[in-house]
């Protein structure tokens, strides 16, 4: 439940709490002013009856109920009914106009609205019928609460407003937060004159660029990082190509000499000399597959879509149970160095995490171009049938984390989806707006 909600719901609270309070109150008060009223009716009648009592003793005594009635219809108190020595004089029968509810709480106690008389020898009983008194309070309370309803709805309605433009920046910065999550570093909040919100958002303008800064800064140390990590592996990799190589070529060639002279003389050691050439050439192939695993001299020669062709076909050669397609885009696409070795990085590592985690039976790796200039941006997919997992549950290794720094290296974005049972889907996208002069021309 949001804030603006919850603030709304306490308001109602306290509007109703304060409705009910009123509202008994305004019963109570209307209960002894139906009380004041009957009992002056009463009073009246009676005082009137007393007042006129002089007309009845002048009359024979069995003359004066009828005189008595005719004094009492001189009073026109429709709500007054009166008992004439047994006999009733009934006025017109009021009809209760207030719902049951509030009759039964504002109508006095029958003794209050009773009262008898004996004047000249006449005896009076009068009674009051309080419903045209309770209907004309009903008018009147049915006014005032339907007032307070206007009026309490009118200030929840403008409560409502006034909390939902208070409560907008909080709501926008919660949405830039998100766009922070999401790595848009650019939000920057209004100032929109209160102070305290004013506050909050220059505290948030200046922690979002301190995030774009750090981030603009981790992403350079990752670049040269990932670019130092490339030299090294390159360099090693031609250290091996120039040093081990040549010098297991050297005792290959050398073994190779002894066993052609040696064949005719000493067999044994002809043998022994055989044998050297064999590991020797082993040795060396080994050496080449660290090369090519350091540095795929196929990427720097023929370029990516050749290098990962390559790369696809030897993981196809060693994964029998597993088998990879790969499909290359048809068209021209520069990159730079740092792009090619990126994405072969990427794709070489999804391949690693396929053979180790995934118990696929197929998979494919798929390079495309989409977009057009200036916002033409290169994709790669890398996709299995395999076991998969919860992303929600499973956190991602070094891998996954070495590919992230990848791609956020060269601009891009990367996504992972994937479900148990359903496999794993990886999709890189890289802008193909080059930061250096481009060094390849990438031709399938």
């Known amino acids: 439940m949001d804030l603006r909600l919850r603030l709304l719901l306490l308001l109602g609270l306290l509007f109703a709490l304060a409705f009910g309070i009123g509202t008994m109150l305004l019963i109570n008060n ?25 007309q009845l003793l002048g009359l024979p005594p069995d003359a004066r109920g009828e005189a008595a009635r005719a004094l009492f219809e001189q009073l026109q108190c429709p709500h007054l009914h009166i008992t004439i020595g047994g006999e009733p004089v009934a006025p017109p029968a009021s ?18 609205l009773h009262r008898g008389l004996r004047i000249a020898e006449v005896d009076f009983d009068l009674r009051v019928d309080a419903n045209d008194e309770i209907a004309e309070a009903w ?7 339907s007032t307070l309803f206007a009026l309490f709805s009118g200030v ?9 433009r208070a409560l907008a920046p909080l709501k926008r910065m919660a949405e830039a937060c998100g766009a922070i999550e999401r790595g848009e570093y650019e939000v920057q909040q209004e100032v ?11 505290g948030f303008n200046h922690m979002a660029r301190a995030l774009a800064a750090s981030h603009a800064e981790n992403r350079a140390l990752a670049q040269r990082s990932l670019a130092i990590q490339e030299d090294e592996r390159r360099h090693l990799a ?76 030897e993981w196809n050669a060693r994964h029998a149970d597993t088998f990879c397609r790969f499909e290359a885009p048809r068209k021209t696409v520069q990159l ?16 690693t995490n396929i053979a180790r985690h995934a118990h696929a039976q197929s998979a494919e790796v798929d390079l495309r171009v989409e977009g057009e200039p200036p916002g033409r941006a290169i994709m790669l997919a890398i996709t299995d049938n395999g076991v998969g997992f919860d992303t929600a549950r499973v956190r991602g290794g070094l891998g ?11 601009g891009g974005e990367i996504e992972l989806h994937s479900r148990p049972g359903e496999g794993v889907a990886l999709h890189v996208r890289v802008p193909l707006v080059a930061e250096r002069p481009a060094e390849e021309t990438m031709d399938a």
């Open 156 to 164: 929840g309605v403008m409560v409502y407003v006034f909390l939902g």
């Open 95 to 112: 009809v209760a106009e207030a719902p049951v509810w509030f009759s039964h709480l504002v109508t006095p106690d029958a003794e209050l």
């Open 336 to 351: 730079n160095a740092d792009q090619r070795i990126g994405l072969y990085r990427i794709a070489q590592e999804a391949l």
């Open 30 to 54: 209307v209960e002894r002013a139906i009380v004041d009223e009957l009992d002056e009716t009463v009073g009246l009648a009676s005082n009137w009856m007393h007042a006129n009592a002089f």
């Open 238 to 313: 031609q250290e091996l190509h120039d040093e081990m190589g040549q010098s297991i070529t050297a005792i290959k060639a050398l073994a190779v000499s002894l066993n052609e002279s040696l064949a005719p003389r000493d067999h044994e050691l002809a043998t022994r000399a055989a044998t050297i050439s064999s590991v020797s050439g082993e040795i060396y192939n080994g050496v080449r597959r660290m090369m090519a695993r350091l540095r795929p001299i196929s990427l720097d020669e023929l370029g990516l879509v050749a290098a990962l062709r390559q790369m696809v076909d």
């Open 400 to 410: 996954l984390l070495g590919m992230c720094e990848r791609c956020q290296a060269l």
């Open 139 to 145: 008018r009147e309370t049915r006014s005032i609460l």
């Open 192 to 202: 929109i004159g209160l102070r305290d919100i004013d506050r909050l958002s220059q």
